[in-house]
């Protein structure tokens, strides 16, 4: 099973501030990861896919990089309803799906 | 409007049985293929269950396997996953998911997600 390690666990930032956070997997996955949102009491929802591709309807300010192991989603400028928990999501082991363990962006 | 429902959530003793649905609408569901995904409380997210669009094969997770079981009926557009020999551990909000590219052998992610069913085992 491919372990996905996300960093930080939680990350304090205000409105318009830049969010940086890191999912790494404890092998390659090449491209083939997706990074998703929730809100509390909500499902969640698929913002990039194979690393780098936003999806339908997302906007501009999310953006994902990396391949390999080592995987980054980037908010260029926090909006208010950016403040939620952003999973990593590795499909290279498609028999094994895995997510992982999630970090929680919160208003500072 | 594109949507998915799930339903037959509920509370059930350990080793008891259940059935979770999800219907379909406002896409051609016959086209995807769907997952089944799971988050215990305060959790995160768990990849439960695929099956292909034409129900010709299904993974599971090793956590579920030979307990759950995912199927569907194309002519009812609704995906089921049976639960059977249920563990308090099972206790989480089951989601269904679609399947991002449109009739592939294999999955990748989950574009489209319903609103949950939550499932309690517990006596």
């Known amino acids: 099973e491919i372990v996905l390690t996300q960093s930080p666990v939680t990350l304090s930032l205000s409105p318009g501030e830049r969010a940086t956070l890191s999912c790494r997997a404890s092998?390659?996955?090449?491209?083939?990861l997706a990074w998703y949102q929730q809100k509390p009491g909500q499902a969640p929802r698929l913002l990039i896919y194979d690393a780098s591709t936003r999806a339908t309807g997302i906007p501009a300010r999310f953006s994902g990089s990396g391949s390999g192991t080592d995987f980054t989603l980037t908010i260029s400028s926090l909006e208010p309803e950016d403040f939620a928990v952003y999973y990593c999501?590795?499909?290279?082991?498609?028999?094994?799906?895995?997510f992982g363990g999630g970090t929680k962006v919160e208003i500072k | 409007q594109v949507y998915l429902v799930e339903s037959g959530g509920g509370v059930v003793q350990p080793g008891g049985s259940l059935r979770l649905s999800c219907g379909a609408s406002?896409?051609?569901?016959?086209?995807?293929?769907m997952h089944w995904v799971r988050q215990a409380p305060g959790k995160g997210l768990e990849w439960v269950a695929f099956?292909?669009?034409?129900?010709?094969?299904?993974q599971n997770a090793d956590s579920v396997k030979g307990r759950f079981t995912i199927s569907r009926d194309s002519s009812k557009a609704i995906l089921y996953l049976q639960m059977n020999s249920l563990r308090p551990e099972d206790t989480a909000v089951y989601y269904c998911a679609r399947e991002q590219v449109v009739a592939t052998g294999t999955p990748y992610y989950f574009d489209l997600w319903g609103q949950g069913a939550l499932v309690t085992v517990s006596s």
């Open positions: 092998q390659s996955v090449s491209i083939y």
């Open positions: 406002g896409f051609n569901f016959n086209d995807y293929g």
């Open positions: 999501q590795q499909r290279i082991n498609w028999r094994r799906l895995t």
């Open positions: 099956i292909r669009h034409d129900g010709s094969y299904e």
